[in-house]
Nanobody, 117 residues
Framework: QVQLVESGGGLVQPGGSLRLSCAAS????????MGWYRQAPGKQRELVAS???????KYGDSVKGRFTISRDSAKNTVYLQMNSLKPEDTAVYYC???????????WGQGTQVTVSS
């Protein structure tokens, strides 16, 4: 089973920046889609950003223009650059790998991002 290891979360002031990293335990396939989701207490899990095999990206409406997702296939790693952070960005952020072959999803353990008010 693929393991995803997240890092980069922490406490940041409003307007600040963080970069999240997610390293996969094995080589990524060309058909793999990677992304970030987040979940705040009492809230539904929501898509933050996804990056596809052709490097096209998709962002949740609430983070467009502030967050940037990227992928380094050589390092089996996906990044989420988070700028202009707001208190409402506070959540546990989960890395996701969707493997189109077999249509299976893998999830990281989550990393806490807290933006003070």
């Amino acid at each position: 089973q693929v393991q995803l290891v997240e890092s980069g979360g922490g406490l940041v002031q409003p307007g600040g920046s963080l970069r999240l990293s997610c390293a996969a335990s094995e080589r990524l396939f060309r058909l793999d889609t990677m992304g970030w989701y987040r979940q705040a207490p009492g809230k539904q899990r929501e898509l933050v950003a996804s990056i596809y095999l052709d490097s096209s990206t998709k962002y949740g409406d609430s983070v467009k223009g502030r967050f940037t997702i990227s992928r380094d296939s050589a390092k089996n790693t996906v990044y989420l650059q988070m700028n202009s952070l707001k208190p409402e960005d506070t959540a546990v952020y989960y890395c996701n790998l969707h493997r189109d072959w077999g249509s299976v999803d893998y999830w990281g353990q989550g990393t806490q991002v807290t933006v003070s008010s």
